[in-house]
């Protein structure tokens, strides 16, 4: 069965403060994860995939097989990072289809 | 606007009612995703069109049905409605149906029944 776990709720740090989101999958397969950020008042959109390996806004993600984790981290937060984020896999369903199993996501507040 | 598209907005209904939520997606995209976010589940899928095909069938109740009309938009239709499906109803599109595109997702619906 396919299952993202993103074990904190609530997540507050101070501007300027290393920040990182926790994301940790449970997939049989080879999993493509992503992060996708919801900031206040605007739809979800996609911040970043493992497979681009490119940092976005300062945030990068790795992929640890190993640990089955997929951590999202930004060195240096801004108070712009605010939002609740969102780790997701795809992985083969039915018919080839990439459904997406979001995990329930984590809400970032940066303090001034 | 080129983006997802989904309306209504808001809908206020009493249970054992019937809805139906619309969704329109990128230009070009042909394949079409529903999601329901409540506040215990989170986001959960519920079913996926792709080229007016039924593609993969998630967490959806059998009260709950989907099509996607020859102009590619997307309809899910909510009946027998019950206190818990007051949710926010998210669909969102891909090009293609077959690799790990990024989702685009529509401003979503939000769902009460009272």
């Known amino acids: 069965a396919q299952r993202v776990t993103q074990p904190e709720k609530l997540l507050s740090v101070f501007k300027g403060a290393p920040v990182e989101l926790k994301c940790n999958y449970s997939y049989s397969g080879s999993p493509e994860l992503f992060w996708y950020v919801q900031y206040s008042r605007q739809r979800l959109q996609l911040l970043l995939r493992?497979?681009s390996r490119e940092s976005i806004k300062g945030f990068t993600a790795d992929l640890n097989k190993g640990e089955t984790s997929f951590h999202l981290k930004k060195p240096f937060a801004q108070e712009e990072d605010s939002a609740m984020y969102y780790c997701?896999?795809?992985?083969?369903?039915?018919?080839?289809?990439?459904?997406?199993?979001f995990g329930k996501g984590t809400k970032l507040t940066v303090n001034p | 606007d080129s983006g997802v598209t989904q309306t209504p907005k808001h809908l206020i209904t009493a249970t054992g009612q019937r809805v139906t939520l619309r969704c329109s997606p990128r230009?070009?995209?042909?394949?079409v995703y529903w999601y329901q976010q409540s506040l215990d589940q989170g986001l959960q899928f519920l079913i996926q069109y792709y080229n007016g095909e039924e593609r993969a069938k998630g967490n959806i109740l059998e009260r709950f049905s989907a099509q996607q009309f020859p102009d590619l938009h997307s309809e899910l239709n909510l009946s027998s409605l019950e206190l818990g499906d007051s949710a926010l109803y998210f669909c969102a599109s891909t090009l293609s149906g077959t690799s790990y595109n990024e989702q685009f997702f529509g401003p979503g619906t939000r769902l009460t029944v009272l």
């Open positions: 230009s070009g995209d042909l394949s």
């Open positions: 493992h497979i």
């Open positions: 997701a896999l795809s992985g083969e369903g039915q018919g080839g289809s990439e459904k997406l199993v």
